[in-house]
Nanobody, 123 residues
Framework: VQLQAFGGGSVQAGDSLRLSCAAS????????VGWFRQAPGKEREFVAA????????SYANSVKGRFTISRDNTKNTVYLQMNSLKPEDTAVYYC?????????????????WGQGTQVTVSS
């Protein structure tokens, strides 16, 4: 699966952004697709994921209630709507996929990674 992420940018605290991840090379009917992020000097961490077939979702505690992950079957695209952004959300965001239906939180479980997109939130 080839993944291409869009939508990063620089915003103020409290603003919103929507990231998009377009998948190509295969359909995602048997995949989990999600997002990780990496801030400067920190480990890459799980943000959110969605099971394509069943639509179940999982979120990191730090973004729960502020971020929403969704999918568009017709466009083979996953979205991450990020509201009430905080400076600590500043990171490079990576779109990921794994050929399974169970959501995992460890980066090693994801074998397909897109290029990162920078999100910068200033206070």
């Amino acid at each position: 699966v080839q993944l291409q992420a869009f939508g990063g940018g620089s915003v103020q605290a409290g603003d919103s952004l929507r990231l998009s991840c377009a998948a190509s090379g295969c359909t995602l009917s048997s995949n989990v697709v999600g997002w990780f992020r990496q801030a400067p000097g920190k480990e890459r961490e799980f943000v959110a994921a969605i099971s394509w077939s069943g639509g179940s979702t999982s979120y990191a505690n730090s973004v729960k209630g502020r971020f929403t992950i969704s999918r568009d079957n017709t466009k083979n695209t996953v979205y991450l709507q990020m509201n009430s952004l905080k400076p600590e959300d500043t990171a490079v965001y990576y779109c990921v996929a794994r050929q399974a239906t169970v959501i995992r939180f460890d980066r090693q479980a994801y074998n397909d990674w897109g290029q990162g997109t920078q999100v910068t939130v200033s206070s």
